[in-house]
């Protein structure tokens, strides 16, 4: 390991010398410290199997050599900087009797989309995959094949908008159809979240909408526990609030999962006083949740009897309204230039 970290830092020390631009620089750093490929993170990744008597050394040498490419890096991005500016000034001038243009504008994008960006992001990092699946579905990957059968009671709190003439297809309500297609597609073991938009027959208020957002995850597996879902669901929240939250787990009914719970947590537009994103409650039901059932695990071809899972629903609009503080989920979709440009 020490001639590995001294031949990486001769290497560094060769290229930073050839690197005459700011981009010849941005690329010899992530040469270095890209986090799935650079030299020094692959370097790093080793540490677990060097020998115990050895770990306090060869952890003491490559933090002295990170922090010494660290340095020069900067060092020469500075000197860089200042060459590049010098140029600017050598080479530009400026008409003082030119008269001022007008300010340019830019694009926002939507805060929706930002989360959803760094939703995919979060969960990739966590191994997951990021999947699809269609917003005109079948009644029986909606439903059926999501242990619903056309007289089970859980439909009538989905009122679905039908196809006319139709019946057999419906927009989702759910992004849950999407577990039963990536169990077939891609088998076990499997971890999986879904973006993507449903659609509701709902009566819209501060906190429902009849187009919105969620976003569909799954983890098949042998030997998956009720902790293992904890455990996610806290990485994720953490994840993209940036912050410790307080929830909390109460038993909640869903038919594709068995036991099944709702993940509620703090409201963070009025920390827990009741406002109309929380309903006046303090709290907000953020993911339900559970263990997948077994009947959904053999619709999705799946063993029971070897694999066991767990999936949950996160409301997306409702994670946006918490982390930005926005009152009401109706601004999403108003096309009210004054609510995008602030972000």
Avoid at 131 to 138: A, I, T, V
Wanted: aromatic share 8%; proline share 5%.
């Amino acid at each position: 390991m020490k001639e590995q970290l001294s031949s990486l830092k001769k290497e560094f020390e060769a290229q930073l010398k050839h690197a005459s631009s700011l981009l010849q620089l941005e690329e010899l750093e992530q040469t270095i410290f890209g986090r799935k490929m650079g030299a020094f993170t692959t370097l790093a990744k080793q540490m677990k199997d060097v020998a115990n008597d050895q770990k306090k050394t060869i952890g003491e040498l490559m933090n002295t050599v990170r922090t010494k490419i660290a340095t020069e890096l900067e060092d020469k991005r500075a000197l860089l900087q200042r060459e590049e500016m010098k140029k600017i000034v050598e080479t530009e001038s400026i008409d003082v009797t030119q008269p001022q243009l007008p300010k340019e504008e830019h694009g926002h994008i939507h805060p929706m989309a930002q989360v959803e960006m760094e939703l995919s992001e979060l969960f990739r990092s966590m191994g997951f995959m990021v999947l699809d699946g269609p917003e005109l579905e079948s009644d029986y990957f909606n439903f059926e094949a999501l242990h619903i059968p056309l007289s089970h009671p859980a439909r009538d709190s989905q009122d679905t908008f039908f196809i006319k003439d139709h019946p057999e297809w419906v927009m989702r309500t759910h992004t849950s159809p999407v577990q039963v297609r990536a169990m077939r597609e891609h088998g076990a073991p499997l971890r999986a979240v879904v973006p993507g938009r449903v659609f509701r027959n709902e009566a819209t208020d501060g906190s429902h909408e009849h187009t919105f957002a969620q976003l569909e995850g799954l983890v098949i597996d042998t030997d998956i526990s009720i902790a293992d879902l904890i455990g996610v669901m806290k990485g994720l929240l953490s994840g993209i609030l940036k912050r410790d939250v307080e929830v909390r787990l109460r038993p909640g009914f869903f038919p594709f999962v068995e036991p099944g719970f709702e993940l509620d947590m703090r409201c963070q537009v009025c920390d827990g006083a009741g406002c109309g994103a929380c309903k006046h409650s303090g709290w907000v039901e953020m993911i339900p949740c559970g263990l997948v059932h077994p009947e959904v695990l053999i619709a999705g071809g799946i063993d029971p009897d070897v694999y066991s899972g767990f999936a949950f629903g996160l409301g997306s609009m409702r994670l946006v309204m918490q982390k930005y503080g926005i009152e009401d989920i109706r601004h999403f979709q108003s096309g009210d230039l004054r609510f995008l440009q602030q972000f």
